[in-house]
């Protein structure tokens, strides 16, 4: 089985800051997000954890998994999507223009990236191979396989998964901070 959860909250959330591949530690409120979801869950099973290498997906993985002897390994190609020369940017809907804006209400015509950014199709192309390469083969195996990741890039593994990639679909199914989903991943 295939489960997936978003990182708790950033200073940068409450701001409704853009944080991409910016390196934003969890604040007081993500941090017990992530203690209360240690107890809410702690009766699902996890085999393994592939984890963001970013810091507020490492700390949610530490703090849900905290006393468990669950082994965590942390994979690139699972970062945040790349937003570019527009991390950083606070209330980018209220920005009229603002080319990620784009991204978030119509994923599918995101075509080109913005400059310093990462094209859909390489966030992708990423996630993809981590679920064919990593997730996919453990899963066969029959393990349990936790991924602690993001917003956008956790949205691209379920669309995968659930809609076959269809980019109309991409926030469809959108994690709250510290949900867990489960994915029925056919093999």
Same mark, same amino acid.
């Given at each position: 089985?295939?489960?997936?959860?978003?990182?708790?909250k950033t200073?940068?959330?409450?701001?409704?800051?853009?944080?991409g591949?910016?390196?934003?530690p969890?604040?007081?409120?993500?941090?017990k997000?992530a203690?209360?979801?240690?107890?809410?869950?702690?009766?699902?099973?996890? @085999?393994v954890?592939?984890?963001? /290498?970013?810091k507020?997906?490492? $700390?949610? =993985?530490?703090l *849900?998994?905290?006393?468990?002897?669950?082994?965590?390994?942390?994979?690139?190609?699972?970062?945040?999507?790349?937003?570019?020369?527009?991390?950083?940017t606070?209330n980018?809907?209220?920005?009229?223009?603002?080319p990620?804006?784009?991204?978030?209400?119509?994923?599918?015509?995101?075509?080109v990236?913005?400059?310093?950014?990462?094209?859909? @199709?390489?966030?992708?192309?990423? /996630?993809?191979?981590?679920?064919r $390469?990593? =997730?996919?083969? *453990?899963?066969?195996?029959?393990?349990?396989?936790?991924?602690?990741g993001?917003?956008a890039?956790n949205s691209?593994?379920?669309?995968q998964?659930?809609?076959?990639?269809?980019?109309?679909?991409f926030w469809k199914?959108?994690i709250?901070n510290?949900?867990?989903m489960?994915?029925?991943?056919?093999?």
């Open positions: 089985m295939l489960y997936i959860i978003r990182h708790g200073d940068w959330n409450e701001k409704h800051k853009i944080q591949q910016i390196d934003i969890l604040n007081e409120v993500g941090r997000m203690e209360n979801a240690s107890e809410r869950y702690k009766d699902v099973h996890f @085999d954890c592939y984890c963001s /290498t970013l507020r997906a490492r $700390e949610t =993985a530490d *849900l998994l905290k006393g468990r002897d669950i082994p965590i390994f942390y994979d690139d190609r699972l970062r945040e999507f790349g937003f570019g020369i527009y991390e950083g606070e980018s809907f209220s920005i009229p223009g603002c990620v804006n784009e991204f978030f209400f119509h994923p599918e015509e995101y075509k990236p913005v400059e310093g950014g990462e094209s859909l @199709d390489g966030l992708f192309k990423r /996630t993809g191979e981590f679920l $390469e990593v =997730a996919f083969p *453990l899963i066969r195996e029959g393990k349990d396989v936790l991924i602690v993001h917003g890039m691209c593994i379920i669309c998964i659930k809609y076959g990639s269809d980019r109309t679909k199914d959108g709250p510290c949900e867990l489960k994915l029925d991943v056919k093999i």
